[in-house]
């Protein structure tokens, strides 16, 4: 019962890290079009965008791997998911 609960309000925390990312996604192409278009319009710089871009996919994929960790507890391939991500 509490791993099926684990499971369940984990899911809020991927979700969550998936509509970051495509916000952060949305960012980057808004950055690259202010590059081409006029240049008073560009309010936020590419290199930013992309650093927000990647903290979202190292929180989504760091939710994952801690997720597996705690559902699947007796694997010895926990330590090298986490340091993938």
Known sequence: RHDLSLF????????AALAG????LNLVTESVAGETGDSAKKI??????????????VVFLLTLTILRELMCRRSSHNVIAMLLA
């Open 21 to 24: 990312l495509g916000s952060m």
């Open 44 to 57: 936020i710089s590419e290199p930013y965008a992309m650093g927000m871009l990647m903290s979202m996919l």
């Open 8 to 15: 369940g309000y984990g899911h809020f925390f991927i979700f």
